[in-house]
């Protein structure tokens, strides 16, 4: 019944407890990485974006609430969904930057995040079999939203395993082991069945 306390925030949560722990009590010496000017430029241009839309909450027509199409309609809720959120994204990434940065090894880091991504695009695969939808019907305009159920709009899911497919083929061209090779393979073709299926643009 708590609001915002889903586990993805809990683990969030926890992470930064266990770097500020580990910096004041761990042995060895944690490296933090370097945000660059880029990265800071882009923070900074949305916190003074979220806060300049936030005083203008009052300007949002009402149907848009009604419509569901936004699930705020005061300045807090504004800061908490369009600022706080993407913040969060950022937060989550630094994070496994510092993870890895310290990391003996960094191959064990991409082992869950292929299996997630296979996971969910083999989530988009059996839904869409078991659903019995043509493949024009799913390339439609109207069925955008088709996906949606899952948690995620459609263009949302392509973006996500574009992003995992990217990483895993530019793995495969440095990764010297067969066995290795041959599962990133096989990692790639799942994630070409599942962004075809998101028709995303």
Do not use: W
Request: glycine share 8%; net charge positive; aromatic share 10%.
């Amino acid at each position: 019944g708590i609001k915002g306390m889903n586990p993805l925030n809990v683990v969030l949560a926890m992470s930064i407890m266990s770097l500020v722990l580990a910096l004041f009590f761990a042995r060895q010496k944690i490296i933090l990485p370097k945000l660059p000017k880029a990265y800071k430029i882009y923070i900074a241009a949305l916190v003074l974006c979220g806060l300049h839309g936030a005083m203008s909450v009052g300007l949002i027509p009402p149907r848009y609430k009604l419509l569901e199409l936004v699930a705020f309609d005061t300045p807090i809720g504004y800061v908490r969904d369009v600022l706080l959120k993407p913040i969060i994204i950022l937060l989550t990434g630094y994070l496994l930057a510092v993870a890895v940065a310290n990391a003996k090894s960094t191959r064990r880091y991409l082992i869950p995040l292929f299996s997630g991504a296979i996971l969910l695009a083999l989530v988009v695969i059996g839904y869409v079999a078991a659903s019995g939808v043509s493949l024009s019907t799913l390339a439609s305009s109207q069925a955008r939203g088709f996906l949606s159920v899952l948690g995620a709009h459609a263009n949302e899911l392509g973006f996500m395993f574009n992003m995992a497919f990217a990483l895993a083929l530019f793995c495969f061209f440095y990764i010297e082991s067969v066995a290795a090779r041959l599962s990133l393979l096989a990692v790639l073709g799942i994630l070409t069945v599942g962004v075809a299926l998101t028709f995303s643009r």
